[in-house]
């Protein structure tokens, strides 16, 4: 794994709708990147509930849907949780408002509850490069005062 991913492991959640993915060749918004995940994994749930003729995937079914421990103790379920791999998927993002594409490391996690159906999806953004440190004198430098102090010096 690249040594700077591995220095800045500072996911931050992209909340942005409009701002733009690059996967590969790829490009989606924020906002249509998540219909399309959590379309994609409500059409394997029904598919899989639909397919439920065969016994393998029945028993498999039942076990998403509860734990039963015997006969009288079942433990209905409660979500289920899609990750994507721990070390990111590389991409780039186009932030509204930004100066050009950055590179770095995606992870996509998608919830969804099994008694409702209704899906979450979040995505989480990693930069290749640490963000540029702000000096805490920048706002000072570009106040009015000090524009004043260095005219009169």
């Known amino acids: 794994m690249d040594e700077k991913v591995e220095i800045n492991k500072n996911y931050e959640i992209l909340d942005g709708d ?5 996967l590969g060749q790829a490009t989606f918004t924020v906002r249509r990147f998540k219909e399309l995940a959590s379309s994609k994994l409500n059409k394997i749930m029904l ?18 849907q509860y734990l039963s421990i015997n006969e009288e103790t079942k433990i209905m379920g409660g979500d289920i949780n899609w990750k ?8 780039q993002i186009l932030k509204i408002g930004s100066k ?7 992870q996509i996690e998608i919830n969804q509850t099994l008694q409702s159906w209704q899906t979450q999806v979040c995505i989480k953004f990693c930069p290749d490069e640490p963000p540029e440190q702000k000096s805490p004198l920048d706002d000072i430098r570009q106040s009015e005062e000090y524009k004043k102090l260095l005219e009169n010096n």
Not at 18 to 22: F, G
Not at 84 to 91: L, R, T
């Open 100 to 106: 050009g594409w950055q590179k770095g490391k995606l």
């Open 84 to 91: 994507s791999p721990q070390e990111g998927i590389d991409c």
């Open 47 to 64: 598919d899989t509930f639909v397919a439920e003729t065969n016994q393998h995937l029945r028993r498999i079914i039942d076990w998403i």
């Open 18 to 22: 409009d701002d733009v993915l690059l």
